[in-house]
C-alpha cells in the first residue's frame, strides 16, 4: 500500500523500523518510544495483548508531522493504532482515514493463551463509535464493513476497498504429481483458519483412499497442536510442516501446488473470522482452486463451485470429501484455478486496491 501512495506521501509514521528500501524516500517520523521488549512485558503482566494498550508516547512527533503544510491527508490503519495516538489525531482538521484489517473489529475478540478474558478495553467500542464521528473507515471487505455497521457506524462513514495482491499477466500452468495432489496450507497458525482441522480432514480422506501430501506452512498459537496431530497420524509421512516461510518460498510453495486449503470459521477461541483473506486471494491469484469453510471475507473472494468449494465450518467430513472430489478430477481443478486467476485479475489485483485507495482519499496522479 505505501508503494501505490509513494507519489503522494509526505510522511510516515511508525513504531517499527521501516523496511530498509523506504530509508531516504519518504520522511520516516519514528513514534516508538518504549525499550525493546517492554510493552510487550507489560502486556504480558496485564494479561492483554501489547498491541491493545494505550500508549502516550510519540504524539509530539505526530502532532509536528500533521502540521506539516505538505500533509493534506491523513492515513492510519489499524482502529487500535487510531486510539493509541487518538489525542494528536483528533486535533487535526485534515482528512482523516482509518483502515481496518479484521482484529480490530472483532469486538469480543480474545487471546488464544486467555481466551477467557476479553483483549479489548471495555470501552474500545464506545470509543470506536465516538471517533466516527471524524473518521472515515476504510474496511478490507464487506465483512469487516458489518462489523462496523453492528455497533452504529453509519454506511456513510464507511468505504469498502478490498486488498490488492500481484496477479501474473497469464494464468500459471501446473503440471499434476505422479504421486498425487499436492496440497498447501499457507498463513498463520490460528484457530479462526482452522490447521488443525486441515489435517483431521486431511487424514480421513487418506484414510478413504487419497492419494497426495499436505503442506503447512506458516506458524503461530496453533503449531504445537499442529505438530501433535502430524505426530498422531498413521500418514505424518505425506504431511509436512514447515513453520514460517518468506515471501519467495510462499511463491514458491503456491507453484509447487495443485489445491489451496484452509478451514475457515469463526475461531472458538479468539472469536475472530477472516476478515478477508490475503493468502486465499493470493492462491487464487496463482490459478490455485480454494477448499475452505464458509466465514467472513472468504465468502467474498471465493465462488462457491467456480473458483473452488466452500464448506460448512466445522465439517471435516465435507472438507475430506471435498479433497477426494477435486483429486479425482484434475481438470475441475484447472478449471477453478483458472476461474480463480481470472477473478483475482479482474477483482483483487494490486493496481485495483491503488486505483480504489486513492479514489477514496481524494489523491489523483500516478
Same mark, same amino acid.
Given at each position: 500500500m505505501?508503494?501505490?501512495?509513494?507519489?503522494?506521501?509526505?510522511?510516515?509514521?511508525?513504531r517499527k523500523p521501516l523496511e530498509a528500501r523506504w530509508h531516504g524516500r519518504v520522511p520516516s517520523i519514528d513514534i516508538g518510544d518504549c525499550p525493546p521488549g517492554l510493552w510487550q512485558r507489560v502486556g504480558r503482566k496485564l494479561h492483554i495483548p501489547a498491541s491493545i494498550l494505550p500508549r502516550r508516547g510519540g504524539e509530539t512527533a505526530l502532532r509536528k508531522a500533521l502540521r506539516d503544510p505538505a500533509v493534506t491527508v491523513v492515513l492510519v490503519h489499524y482502529i487500535e493504532f487510531a486510539l493509541r495516538y487518538w489525542t494528536a489525531l483528533a486535533?487535526?482538521?485534515?482528512?482523516?482515514?482509518?483502515?481496518? @484489517?479484521?482484529?480490530?473489529?472483532?469486538?469480543? %475478540?480474545?487471546?488464544?493463551?486467555?481466551?477467557?478474558?476479553?483483549? %479489548? /478495553?471495555?470501552?474500545?467500542?464506545?470509543?470506536?463509535?465516538?471517533?466516527?464521528?471524524?473518521?472515515m473507515f476504510i474496511a478490507n471487505s464487506q465483512a469487516t464493513a458489518s462489523k462496523l455497521k453492528l455497533i452504529g457506524i453509519t454506511p456513510d462513514r464507511i468505504q469498502v476497498k478490498p486488498l490488492g495482491v500481484p496477479v501474473p499477466a497469464f494464468c500459471p500452468v501446473r503440471t499434476p504429481s505422479p504421486n498425487g495432489m499436492r496440497m498447501l496450507y499457507l498463513g498463520r %497458525?490460528?484457530?479462526?483458519? +482452522? /490447521?488443525? =482441522?486441515?489435517?483431521?480432514?486431511?487424514? =480421513?480422506?487418506?484414510?478413504? +483412499? =487419497?492419494?497426495?501430501? %499436505?503442506?503447512?506452512? +506458516?506458524?503461530?498459537?496453533?503449531?504445537?497442536?499442529?505438530?501433535?496431530?502430524?505426530?498422531?497420524?498413521?500418514?505424518?509421512?505425506?504431511?509436512?510442516?514447515?513453520?514460517?516461510?518468506?515471501?519467495?518460498?510462499?511463491? &514458491?510453495?503456491?507453484?509447487?501446488?495443485?489445491?489451496?486449503?484452509? @478451514?475457515? &470459521?469463526?475461531? /472458538? =477461541?479468539?472469536?475472530?473470522?477472516?476478515?478477508y483473506g490475503v493468502s486465499i486471494v493470493e492462491a487464487m491469484a496463482s490459478a490455485l482452486p480454494v477448499v475452505t469453510g464458509r466465514s467472513g471475507g472468504v465468502e467474498e473472494t471465493v465462488v462457491h463451485g467456480e473458483t473452488g468449494i466452500l464448506l460448512t465450518s466445522g465439517d471435516v467430513?465435507? @472438507?475430506?470429501e471435498a479433497?477426494?472430489?477435486?483429486a479425482d478430477n484434475p481438470k475441475l481443478r484447472h478449471q477453478m484455478g483458472e476461474a480463480g486467476w481470472c477473478r483475482a485479475k479482474n477483482h483483487f489485483s494490486w493496481e485495483q486496491e491503488r486505483d480504489t485507495l486513492r479514489k477514496i482519499m481524494g489523491l489523483e496522479g500516478p
Open positions: 505505501l508503494e501505490s501512495l509513494e507519489p503522494h506521501l509526505a510522511a510516515i509514521a511508525t486535533e487535526t482538521q485534515k482528512p482523516l482515514f482509518v483502515h481496518c @484489517h479484521g482484529y480490530d473489529v472483532t469486538w469480543d %475478540l480474545r487471546a488464544h493463551e486467555n481466551p477467557g478474558r476479553p483483549s %479489548l /478495553p471495555s470501552d474500545y467500542i464506545d470509543k470506536v463509535k465516538a471517533m466516527a464521528q471524524k473518521v %497458525l490460528v484457530d479462526f483458519k +482452522g /490447521p488443525d =482441522l486441515v489435517i483431521r480432514a486431511f487424514d =480421513l480422506a487418506c484414510r478413504k +483412499g =487419497l492419494k497426495g501430501s %499436505l503442506t503447512i506452512a +506458516g506458524d503461530g498459537p496453533l503449531r504445537v497442536t499442529c505438530e501433535l496431530l502430524w505426530a498422531e497420524s498413521p500418514y505424518r509421512d505425506r504431511i509436512m510442516i514447515l513453520g514460517s516461510v518468506d515471501a519467495v518460498a510462499g511463491d &514458491r510453495l503456491r507453484m509447487n501446488a495443485d489445491l489451496f486449503t484452509a @478451514h475457515n &470459521r469463526t475461531g /472458538p =477461541l479468539s472469536r475472530q473470522e477472516e476478515a467430513e465435507a @472438507h475430506a479433497f477426494l472430489q477435486l
